[in-house]
């Protein structure tokens, strides 16, 4: 059975940092591109990051790019997203993605591309 694990949410203050961590278990994990989403109350979930099965290249919505990195360890199938600078409008629940197709990184930014998602770890940035 496929499973996705988040860690690493909680609270912290305008400015801070955090590392969300996904273990993921019964895929080949080194087969598929991996993605970040986040949903805030009210809001429909967004693309956040993805990274690339084969080279590892990450792909960051404009709202992040320069303060979030997604990275990967494969040998530990694993995928992290450090997130500096944090802001108020960050906060939401986090949710990480495998994509429905090996060795593919097609429509990265689309929830619809991935099938298989984590339970989501909540982010909470104060002012």
């Known amino acids: 059975q496929v499973q996705l694990v988040e860690s690493g949410g909680g609270l912290v203050q305008a400015g801070g940092s955090l590392r969300l961590s996904c273990a993921a278990s019964?895929?080949?994990?080194?087969?598929?591109?991996m993605g970040w989403f986040r949903q805030a109350p009210g809001k429909e979930r967004e693309f956040v990051a993805a990274?690339?099965?084969?080279?590892?290249?990450?792909y960051y919505a404009d709202s992040v790019r320069s303060r979030f990195t997604i990275s990967r360890d494969n040998a530990k199938n694993t995928v992290y997203l450090q997130m500096n600078v944090l802001k108020p409008e960050d906060t939401a629940v986090y949710y990480c993605?495998?994509?429905?197709?090996?060795?593919?990184?097609?429509?990265?930014?689309?929830?619809?591309?991935?099938?298989?998602w984590g339970q989501g770890t909540q982010v909470t940035v104060s002012e």
């Open positions: 993605a495998a994509h429905k197709a090996r060795w593919s990184l097609g429509d990265y930014g689309s929830s619809q591309t991935y099938g298989v």
């Open positions: 019964g895929l080949t994990f080194s087969s598929y591109t």
């Open positions: 990274i690339s099965w084969n080279r590892g290249n990450g």
